[in-house]
C-alpha cells in the first residue's frame, strides 16, 4: 500500500486471471481457449491493416463490426455494442444497466468477475447457490414478495460447472423480471448451447454478452459484445464515450469483421472441439471421474478418491496445466479446457500414470 492510493484503490479486490504460461510446450489446458487458431481470413485481414492505416484512429462507433454481427444474428446494427473483450462490454453494463440501490443477483459459483467490477463500481450483490447438481436454479431468480433485484447476470453454459440452462429457462428469468436487467453471458454459448439472443427481440430488459476469444479463437484480439433493445445499447455506448471512445483498434475491427464472415472455419473448429469434448468426457469417466454435462469448450470433472489440487500438482509436473479453484464445494473439480486430440490424449495418459 502506498500513501499515493486513492481509497478507491485500496478497497479493491482484484480478479485473478488463469495462469498465462511463458514457457513454450505446455499441454495448455487451463483458460478455455480455442486449441484451433483463428480464421485464416482474420490474420490475412490484420495483416492487410497492418500498414500505414495505424496512423489513423479506428472508426470509434466500430460500425462494420456492428454490422457483419447483426447481419450474422439478423437483427440491426443498433441493437449491438462492441467492446474490449466481453469483460469490458460486461463492465459497462455493470455500470450502465444495474439498478445500484438493489443487489444485483448472481450464483455464488459463477465468473468471479462479478463481484470484482461490483466492488470497483460500489454495485450491492446477492448470491445465490447452486442446486446439489451444482445447477442454476431458475426459481431463484424469479422475484419473491414483489422485490424486484437491481439486476441478473450470469453465464449461460455456466462456469466453472458447463452446465446449461435450456432458453425457455431463461425466458421465465427474463420475463419475470420486468423491473430489472437480466443480463446472460454466453462466452461458450457455441458449443452446445442456445442463445437467447431471438429473445431481446420480446425483452426490452434483456442483455445477451457473447465474445470471439472462445468459440473464434480470438482471445489475444480481445472483442467482444453485447446484443439487446437500442435503449440498453445507447446506455453503454454512454458509458463507452465517457471512459474510452476507441475500445476497439483498427487490427480488431477488421480481424474480428472477417471471424464472424468466416461461418465455415467457425463452424467446422467448433464442431471438432464438441467432438474431441465428447472423447474426453468418455476417456476421464473411464479413469473413474465424475463428470459434470458441459455444454462448453471445457469439462468439470472430480475422482472419487483423489485430491484435485494434488492432481492439478502432478500434472503440472508433467507439462499440462488445468484450472483447480480453492472455492468452497469446488475444491474438489479440475476444469479442463477441450483441447486438440493429442492434447487431451496428453493428459489422459499423464492421468493414467498418477492414478
Ligand atoms: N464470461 C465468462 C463466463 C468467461 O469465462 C470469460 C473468460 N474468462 C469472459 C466472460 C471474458 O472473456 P473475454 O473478455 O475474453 O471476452
Known amino acids: 500500500m502506498s500513501q499515493y492510493w486513492s481509497a478507491v484503490v485500496n478497497g479493491l479486490t482484484p480478479y485473478v486471471p488463469g495462469e498465462q ?3 513454450a510446450n505446455l499441454v495448455k489446458l487451463n483458460t478455455n481457449e480455442h486449441p484451433y487458431g483463428p480464421s485464416p481470413k482474420a490474420i490475412e485481414a490484420i495483416r492487410a491493416e497492418a500498414s500505414d492505416a495505424l496512423r489513423l484512429y479506428p472508426d470509434p462507433t466500430s460500425e462494420r463490426l456492428r454490422a457483419a454481427i447483426a447481419a450474422r444474428h439478423g437483427i440491426t446494427p443498433q441493437q449491438v455494442f462492441v467492446g474490449n473483450g466481453s469483460d469490458e462490454v460486461l463492465a459497462h453494463a455493470f455500470l450502465a444497466l444495474l439498478k445500484h440501490d438493489r443487489p444485483l443477483r448472481f450464483p455464488d459459483i459463477s465468473y468471479s468477475f462479478y463481484p470484482v467490477y461490483c466492488g470497483l463500481y460500489g454495485i450491492e ?15 431463484d431468480y424469479l422475484p419473491t414478495d414483489g422485490q424486484a433485484a437491481g439486476g441478473i447476470v450470469f453465464p449461460n453454459p ?3 460447472t458447463g452446465r446449461l440452462l435450456p432458453l425457455a429457462e431463461i425466458e421465465r428469468i427474463v420475463a419475470g423480471n420486468p423491473q430489472c436487467v437480466v443480463v446472460i453471458d454466453e462466452a461458450y454459448v457455441d458449443f452446445g448451447g442456445e442463445s437467447a439472443i431471438p429473445l431481446t427481440a420480446r425483452y426490452p430488459n434483456l442483455l445477451v454478452v457473447q465474445t470471439l476469444s472462445k468459440s473464434r479463437s480470438l482471445a ?40 464472424i464472415e468466416d461461418e465455415e472455419y467457425f463452424e467446422r473448429t467448433r464442431q471438432a472441439v464438441i467432438r474431441t469434448r465428447g472423447q ?6 473411464a479413469l473413474g471421474f465424475e463428470v459434470l454435462p458441459s455444454a462448453a469448450n471445457f ?3 472430480t475422482h472419487p478418491t483423489r485430491d484435485a489440487g494434488e492432481l492439478a500438482a502432478e500434472l503440472r509436473k508433467r507439462a499440462i496445466i488445468v484450472r483447480h479453484f480453492r472455492q468452497p464445494r469446488i475444491d474438489q473439480f479440475l476444469r479442463i479446457t477441450v483441447g486438440t486430440d493429442e492434447q487431451c490424449g496428453a493428459l489422459i495418459g499423464a492421468l493414467r500414470e498418477i492414478l
Open 21 to 23: 504460461p511463458k514457457i
Open 125 to 139: 450483490f446477492a448470491t445465490v447457490p447452486l442446486d446439489e447438481n451444482l445447477a442454476i436454479r431458475p426459481d
Open 158 to 160: 455456466n462456469a466453472p
Open 220 to 259: 489475444g484480439l480481445r472483442v467482444g459484445f453485447a446484443i439487446g433493445h437500442p435503449d440498453l445499447i445507447e446506455a453503454l455506448v454512454r458509458v463507452k464515450d465517457s471512459f474510452n471512445s476507441y475500445p476497439l483498434d483498427r487490427l480488431a475491427i477488421v480481424g474480428a469483421v472477417a471471424a
Open 280 to 285: 474426453l468426457v468418455s476417456d476421464l469417466s
Open 299 to 301: 469439462v468439470f470433472a
